[in-house]
């Protein structure tokens, strides 16, 4: 199942108590105060993971704790750190503070991890309120709290290429010939329910990754089919790829009501790239006068054919380098 969007409540480990503690050996009556400190509490850390591709785990784990620190002991001895409670996530993840709505971490590195909860710091031993005028204090200060907190957690897909199009525009069909992935083929709308990400490799050594977005209607901009729902996930790919049915009486509006439901939901995805595609170029039919209005700006591709597949390959790669 593709999970995208979740809340958790997160609470870093409290610091651990600082000891009252006085030195006692044969031969030193008078050891004076040696208590340590308390550890420092485990922070909750979020993790990115190129392995993982959606926030189902977190999803049914609502709840994260890292551990407390422990207490301070005699001769000096410091107590022992909480472990961290690390949270793996996508790469291409959001963390929010919910209340704010402030983004706290955008990981879109594998490997990289932000601490999001500060564990709390141990409190001091007796041993650190020792002075000329207290050769025997008696006090320790106890840890302090972690932090906590409810955020919402989101992940946007991080792809080079989004495809856009209505549904049935061959979107799914594009992806599974170009790439591995293997998305839901089928006649009739909405196949597409969640985002199938594929690896297209030309050259030698080359390869980029594409996206296929469900298909979006007039209207998804403001919630209307699946749209707002995906949308987002528009937002982080470097080209976007218009695919428009050749059987289509009216491509020259189609791709209008596409680009003006892209713009609805973030003006500023006008700055990205885009390519557009006649796609079925194998089934025979009576193109209307409306393709002439762009005529020039359409590359006609067919993934059955396989007819100027490679021609649109080399221009993704070229406008995402």
């Known amino acids: 199942m ?4 979740t809340e ?37 850390i979020f993790k990115a993971d190129s392995n993982l591709r959606t926030l189902q785990d977190i999803r049914y784990n609502r709840k994260y704790r890292a551990e407390n620190g422990f207490s301070g002991g005699g001769s000096r001895k410091t107590g022992r750190s909480g472990k961290d409670k690390i949270i793996k996530v996508p790469v291409g993840t959001l963390i929010i503070e919910k209340l704010s709505k402030k983004v706290i971490g955008d990981l879109t590195q594998s490997g990289e991890n932000i601490i999001i909860c500060n564990g709390g710091r141990g409190g001091k031993g007796n041993i650190r309120f020792k002075s000329s005028t207290n050769q025997a204090p008696r006090k320790a200060q106890p840890g302090e709290s972690g932090e906590s907190g409810s955020y919402e957690i989101e992940l946007k897909i991080l792809a080079d290429v989004g495809l856009v199009g209505l549904p049935n525009a061959g979107k799914s069909t594009l992806l599974a010939h170009l790439s591995a992935a293997k998305p839901k083929i089928a006649d009739y709308p909405f196949t597409t329910l969640e985002p199938n990400l594929g690896i297209v490799k030309y050259g030698e ?41 050749s059987t289509d009486p009216h491509p020259f509006k189609t791709f209008k009501t596409l680009e003006k439901e892209v713009l609805d939901f973030n003006p ?52 995402i380098r």
């Not at 600082?18 to 909750?44: M, N, T």
């Open 8 to 44: 958790v409540s997160l609470s870093a480990g409290n610091g651990g108590k600082g000891a009252v503690s006085f030195r006692r050996e044969k031969y030193i009556p008078l050891g004076g105060p040696d208590g340590g400190d308390g550890g420092r509490g485990g922070h909750i």
């Open 2 to 5: 593709f999970i995208d969007f």
């Open 268 to 319: 500023d995805l006008l700055i990205k790239p885009i390519l557009i595609c006649r796609t079925k170029a194998d089934i025979e039919c009576d193109l209307s006068d409306e393709w002439g209005k762009f005529i020039n700006k359409v590359n006609v591709i067919s993934s059955v054919s396989g007819e100027g597949l490679d021609s649109i390959i080399s221009k993704l790669s070229k406008k």
């Open 205 to 245: 050594y080359n390869s980029f990754v594409m996206a296929d977005i469900p298909g979006l209607i007039e209207g998804a901009s403001k919630g209307k089919g699946l749209g707002i729902q995906f949308l987002k996930h528009i937002e982080r790919n470097k080209v976007l790829l218009y695919l428009i049915d």
